[in-house]
């Protein structure tokens, strides 16, 4: 499956941004979504993953009440809806799909190029 991220840019402290990941190539519903974020010189890390029927949600306590993830089988796409957006919330985001519920990394078989999120203080 191929995936594109979109709707990354730069935003002041507490504003809002609403990410976009788009799949093809496969059957998407098939795929637990997750996004991950990786910030210069630091390892990439767990944001949020969502089931392949968008039933269950699971966040990283960072971002837990103020990051939304859900999807759109019939679009083939998944979003990550930000608020109150902090400065230390600044890195590349990254889309992934795969079959297991895990919030590793190596959990994901499928990852998209990404797409940039600054946010200013």
């Known amino acids: 499956v191929q995936l594109q991220a979109s709707g990354g840019g730069l935003v002041q402290a507490g504003g809002s941004l609403r990410l976009s990941c788009a799949a093809s190539?496969?059957?998407?519903?098939?795929?637990?979504m997750g996004w991950f974020r990786q910030a210069p010189g630091k390892e990439r890390e767990f944001v949020a993953r969502?089931?392949?029927?968008?039933?269950?949600?699971y966040y990283a306590d960072s971002v837990k009440d103020r990051f939304t993830i859900d999807r759109d089988n019939a679009k083939n796409t998944v979003y990550l809806q930000m608020n109150s957006l902090k400065p230390e919330d600044t890195a590349v985001y990254l889309c992934?799909?795969?079959?297991?519920?895990?919030?590793?990394?190596?959990?994901?078989?499928?990852w998209g190029r990404g797409t940039q999120v600054t946010v200013s203080s």
């Open positions: 992934a799909a795969g079959f297991s519920a895990r919030t590793v990394v190596s959990g994901y078989d499928y």
């Open positions: 190539g496969r059957t998407f519903s098939n795929y637990v």
């Open positions: 969502i089931s392949w029927s968008g039933s269950y949600t």
